[in-house]
């Protein structure tokens, strides 16, 4: 429903992308910073929870506020998320351990949760299916610029000023974004008496939480067939089962299932998931291929990267024209198309391809990404009223970082796997870390050559088998895609938006 007397569309949807901003940069950023940090903290261990904790309390709590957003409306619930957001940040520039870092880095992600979905649900309220369709082109450039200028702000603030400002530099941007949301976002007054699901909001929380922890950790911190990890399997599970239970009985669910019986809804968020995971696989490790098997620096490493990020807000520009005039299966379609030629050049790529090779790939696979999410986006946000928009927004945002954590486990497990195999087939004696020796000129000088190049083939081995499960995935997406419901897909509004 839009308020057009009072709303400042123009105003609102730049706060929205500033918001959004603060919370896509976060990542490329910090990534970054992290060399330096670690050497100032120490506890290199635990490094990769620095990450971890960032990305799962920003997935679990990704559907709570969804939820929240619908029942108490967009701009009070991101104001929670944001302040939180934001005290996360000024805790971390003052952390004095990595200990202190994980934890502030936690209370960072659970206010993170609050942003993406309910910044893209705002959109949706304020602008209608056509005009929306068009609108996300902006939305998805955000993460392009993000993931194009996160590196660059990150190092010049370690180069110049201290790692802390990383942090600190989110502070002033996400408070300009609550001024410009709080002074010309105006929300219809909401009458309904409101029915919070406490119950399933704890067996979600638990639900997830735990699925998510025993795919972060599972194989790294404890066996995957361990009684820990069955037992982490048995408590996520069990809490899920009961989610389902507790929820058909709800009066107004935290995780309305009804919504996924409407199969563009359902298919979407599916491919949402394997996009996910191919997002992951491609951005994890294509700058360990293009630095260790091609010997390239890190900045054309980053470049090749870059053309991801390139590829996904044009495409998203593109899609939402597309979406008005052959609908979201032919618009997703022909993402998932551009998935499968992406992934596919990646199986093909070898040492000799070169960066280019690897640029053109990945810009491909951007193609397919900003296709998919817009339409599925704008699809799934004209599908469901007004009063169900949030939820069904942050589902779909859920399945794709839900797609991300499934992949880092899967891909980090198949790495690995297929290394040592690698090992004890040469007779090599090497273990993982080993691999550190090819990322950068100045460690590849301290070995010989030809154990460079036994440590080359063998990760140049490894990375194809990553590669070839990032194209199943794509082939997989593309079936799921098929099954969409033919035709536009999305009903025009009919809430007065």
């Known amino acids: 429903m839009r308020n057009s007397k009072t709303t400042n569309r123009p105003l609102v949807l730049i706060s929205v992308m500033l918001a959004m901003f603060v919370g896509a940069v976060e990542a490329t950023i910090v990534t970054t910073a992290m060399p330096a940090i670690a050497s100032d903290l120490g506890g290199f261990s635990r490094y990769s929870w620095i990450f971890s904790a960032y990305l799962l309390m920003s997935t679990v709590t990704v559907l709570i506020y969804g939820k929240l957003a619908d029942l108490f409306g967009r701009k009070p619930i991101l104001f929670i998320g944001l302040t939180i957001f934001l005290i996360g940040?000024?805790?971390?520039?003052?952390?004095?351990?990595?200990?202190?870092?994980?934890?502030?880095?936690?209370?960072?992600?659970?206010?993170?949760?609050?942003?993406?979905?309910?910044?893209?649900?705002?959109?949706?309220?304020?602008?209608?299916?056509?005009?929306?369709?068009?609108?996300?082109?902006?939305?998805?450039?955000?993460?392009?610029?993000?993931?194009?200028?996160?590196?660059?702000?990150?190092?010049?603030?370690?180069?110049?000023?201290?790692?802390?400002?990383?942090f600190w530099v989110n502070v002033p941007l996400g408070i300009l974004a609550m001024v410009g949301?709080?002074?010309?976002?105006?929300?219809?007054?909401?009458?309904?008496?409101?029915?919070?699901?406490?119950?399933?909001?704890?067996?979600?929380?638990?639900?997830?939480?735990?699925?998510?922890?025993?795919l972060v950790e599972g194989g790294q911190a404890f066996g995957r067939l361990s009684f820990y990890s069955v037992s982490l399997i048995i408590v996520g599970?069990?809490?899920?089962?009961?989610?389902?239970?507790?929820?058909?009985?709800?009066?107004?669910?935290?995780?309305?299932?009804?919504?996924?019986?409407?199969?563009?809804?359902?298919?979407?968020?599916?491919?949402?998931?394997?996009?996910?995971?191919?997002?992951?696989?491609?951005?994890?490790?294509?700058?360990?291929?293009?630095?260790?098997?091609?010997?390239?620096?890190?900045?054309?490493?980053?470049?090749?990267?870059?053309?991801?990020?390139?590829?996904?807000?044009?495409?998203?520009?593109?899609?939402?024209?597309?979406?008005?005039?052959?609908?979201?299966?032919?618009?997703s379609f022909a993402g998932g198309l551009s998935l499968i030629l992406g992934t596919t050049l990646?199986?093909?790529?070898?040492?000799?391809?070169?960066?280019?090779?690897?640029?053109?790939?990945?810009?491909?696979?951007?193609?397919?990404?900003?296709l998919t999410s817009t339409s599925f986006i704008v699809t799934?946000?004209?599908?469901?009223?007004?009063?169900?928009?949030?939820s069904a927004t942050a589902a779909n945002m859920f399945m794709r970082n839900f797609g991300n954590t499934i992949g880092a486990a899967l891909f980090g497990a198949v790495l690995n796997g297929m290394l040592m195999t690698h090992f004890r087939k040469d007779k090599m004696d090497y273990d993982l870390n080993d691999i550190n020796f090819l990322l950068t000129d100045d460690m590849r000088r301290t070995i010989p050559e030809e154990e460079i190049l036994l440590l080359q083939r063998a990760l140049d081995g490894s990375l194809q088998w990553v590669y070839i499960t990032v194209a199943i995935f794509a082939v997989i997406s593309l079936l799921l895609i098929l099954k969409i419901p033919r035709g536009k897909g999305f009903q025009h509004d009919n809430d007065g938006t």
């Not at 609050?114 to 993460?143: C, F, H, N």
């Open 346 to 370: 990646f199986v093909m790529m070898n040492p000799a391809s070169g960066p280019w090779w690897a640029a053109m790939a990945s810009f491909f696979v951007g193609i397919g990404m900003g």
């Open 89 to 166: 940040s000024i805790l971390c520039g003052f952390a004095v351990s990595m200990e202190q870092l994980i934890v502030f880095r936690l209370i960072q992600g659970l206010g993170a949760g609050a942003v993406m979905p309910i910044a893209t649900t705002i959109v949706g309220d304020i602008y209608t299916t056509e005009e929306r369709a068009k609108i996300q082109g902006y939305l998805s450039s955000v993460w392009g610029i993000s993931a194009v200028s996160g590196p660059v702000i990150g190092g010049l603030i370690v180069q110049y000023m201290n790692w802390k400002f990383v």
């Open 237 to 331: 599970l069990g809490a899920f089962a009961l989610l389902v239970r507790v929820e058909r009985k709800a009066i107004d669910p935290v995780m309305p299932f009804a919504m996924w019986k409407n199969p563009v809804i359902l298919y979407a968020n599916l491919v949402s998931l394997t996009t996910g995971v191919i997002l992951i696989g491609i951005s994890s490790y294509l700058p360990t291929y293009v630095t260790g098997v091609m010997e390239q620096p890190a900045i054309i490493a980053g470049f090749t990267l870059t053309a991801m990020s390139i590829g996904w807000p044009i495409a998203s520009s593109v899609a939402g024209h597309l979406l008005i005039r052959y609908g979201t299966f032919l618009v």
């Open 380 to 390: 799934i946000q004209g599908a469901v009223p007004r009063e169900k928009r949030g």
């Open 181 to 214: 949301i709080y002074l010309y976002l105006h929300e219809p007054v909401r009458t309904k008496k409101v029915s919070i699901d406490y119950k399933g909001a704890i067996l979600l929380t638990l639900s997830l939480s735990t699925i998510l922890y025993w």
